[in-house]
């Protein structure tokens, strides 16, 4: 039976859905010795590469399914490499033996928190997809006066440059008041760039901080410090993926030789 090439490829842990999709546009795909196009579908023979090199069968077939949930730093990118040479949010994860790590959405550089990681780009791409509504939830501290009526807006709906949107909840936070800045708890099922930070910004008020702490059924794990990651164990991979509608896979988990939490030291 054939399925789309970017399924194929996302199942392989090459990239997620979307970025596969601009790999065949840049033509560094190619089926059988053609240059691939969108829209193509191939079949368990197909011969696959990827800038030249072969996927091969066992490629195709995908990596075990591995989830990383890390604590993003301030100052890190969600890129693999920046020309501005700033850390990447990549530099700090375990190696792995067949496919890549692939970040479930992003977070800017100054936002921290939880980023999750996961070998399987039809798993990265599920979650990311807005027909799943994941919940994300943020601490965040806002400078200025927080008003009934800013919280009413800002959960009945504003109008954006890109469109309308709200958050779903917003709940003081444990934080307290900090002189000028007061803490809260926003859940919002969308992933659109900097949103949380221009919600409230069109109130006229300044985010001061802003940290992650739930993408969908996971959340930030306690006593996890900034730049450390956890492995997400089977029977968390296995929720995960069934949030989303894709079966669990024998596979799922650790491999137990990264089981450790990565670097202890701050940022």
């Given at each position: 039976?054939?399925?789309?090439?970017?399924?194929?490829?996302?199942?392989?842990?090459?990239?997620?859905?979307?970025?596969?999709?601009?790999?065949?546009?840049?033509?560094?795909?190619?089926?059988?010795?053609?240059?691939?196009?969108?829209?193509?579908?191939?079949?368990?023979?197909?011969?696959?590469t990827v800038d030249g090199r072969p996927l091969g069968?066992?490629?195709?077939?995908?990596?075990?399914?591995?989830?990383?949930?890390?604590?993003?730093?301030?100052?890190?990118?969600?890129?693999?490499?920046?020309?501005?040479?700033?850390?990447?949010?990549?530099?700090?994860?375990?190696?792995?033996?067949?496919?890549?790590?692939?970040?479930?959405?992003?977070?800017?550089?100054?936002?921290?928190?939880?980023?999750?990681?996961?070998?399987?780009?039809?798993?990265?791409?599920?979650?990311?997809?807005?027909?799943?509504?994941?919940?994300?939830?943020?601490?965040?501290?806002?400078?200025?006066?927080?008003?009934?009526?800013?919280?009413?807006?800002?959960?009945?709906?504003?109008?954006?440059?890109?469109?309308?949107?709200?958050?779903?909840?917003?709940?003081?936070?444990?934080?307290?008041?900090?002189?000028?800045?007061?803490?809260?708890?926003?859940?919002?099922?969308?992933?659109?760039?900097?949103?949380?930070?221009?919600?409230?910004?069109?109130?006229?008020?300044?985010?001061?901080?802003?940290?992650?702490?739930?993408?969908?059924?996971?959340?930030?794990?306690?006593?996890?410090?900034r730049g450390q990651y956890r492995e997400l164990s089977?029977?968390?991979?296995?929720?995960?993926?069934?949030?989303?509608?894709?079966?669990?896979?024998?596979?799922?988990?650790?491999?137990?030789?990264?089981?450790?939490?990565?670097?202890?030291?701050?940022?």
């Amino acid at each position: 039976m054939s399925e789309k090439l970017q399924k194929v490829l996302a199942r392989a842990g090459v990239g997620s859905r979307r970025e596969m999709e601009r790999w065949i546009a840049d033509g560094r795909i190619k089926v059988d010795g053609r240059a691939a196009t969108l829209g193509d579908r191939v079949d368990a023979d197909a011969r696959i590469t990827v800038d030249g090199r072969p996927l091969g069968r066992r490629g195709a077939e995908g990596p075990r399914r591995r989830v990383i949930a890390y604590y993003k730093p301030a100052g890190e990118v969600t890129t693999r490499s920046d020309p501005e040479g700033r850390p990447t949010v990549f530099s700090r994860l375990p190696p792995v033996e067949k496919g890549r790590w692939i970040a479930v959405g992003r977070l800017d550089v100054e936002t921290l928190g939880l980023l999750l990681f996961t070998t399987d780009g039809e798993l990265a791409n599920r979650l990311m997809h807005p027909a799943y509504e994941l919940p994300r939830e943020y601490a965040v501290r806002v400078f200025g006066e927080v008003t009934p009526a800013v919280l009413e807006r800002l959960a009945g709906g504003v109008e954006l440059d890109d469109g309308e949107a709200r958050f779903e909840s917003v709940t003081p936070g444990s934080g307290g008041a900090e002189g000028a800045n007061e803490w809260y708890h926003v859940v919002l099922r969308r992933g659109r760039r900097r949103e949380v930070r221009r919600l409230w910004e069109s109130q006229g008020l300044t985010v001061s901080r802003l940290i992650r702490i739930r993408y969908g059924r996971v959340s930030l794990p306690k006593g996890l410090h900034r730049g450390q990651y956890r492995e997400l164990s089977a029977r968390e991979v296995g929720a995960l993926a069934a949030a989303v509608d894709l079966p669990a896979s024998p596979g799922d988990g650790p491999n137990p030789r990264h089981r450790r939490r990565g670097p202890q030291r701050r940022r």
